[in-house]
Nanobody, 120 residues
């Protein structure tokens, strides 16, 4: 049974930085494709970044150059480092995992409950 638990969200000022984490259990992270998604009130969930089992990363155009996705296989933890944040980045951030390399597709099988990021 795959479980994903996000943490690290919070309130940050425009231009600031934040790192959110996702601890995985029930499987070995390195064998899965992992993704970060976000959803703001009234908007559709959108893919932010993904990293596959080989470490190849994909980013949404809106976050390229500002966000970095990474993973620690030994700790079974996924990270999203977010720099130069703007109010448009405010959303609930979710991590997701799937055996297939889904990149920023919304069809991931396993989802966490999210962590709120608010940029003032």
């Amino acid at each position: 049974h795959v479980q994903l638990v996000e943490s690290g969200g919070g309130l940050v000022e425009t231009g600031g930085s934040l790192r959110v984490s996702c601890v995985a259990s029930g499987y070995t992270l390195h064998s899965y494709c992992m993704g970060w998604f976000r959803q703001a009130p009234g908007k559709k969930r959108e893919g932010v970044a993904s990293i596959d089992s080989d470490g190849k990363t994909v980013y949404a155009d809106s976050v390229k150059g500002r966000f970095t996705i990474s993973k620690d296989n030994a700790e079974n933890t996924l990270y999203l480092q977010m720099n130069n944040l703007s109010p448009e980045d405010s959303a609930m951030y979710y991590c997701a995992a799937d055996r297939f390399n889904l990149q920023l597709s919304r069809y991931y099988t396993n989802w966490g409950r999210g962590t709120q990021v608010t940029v003032s």
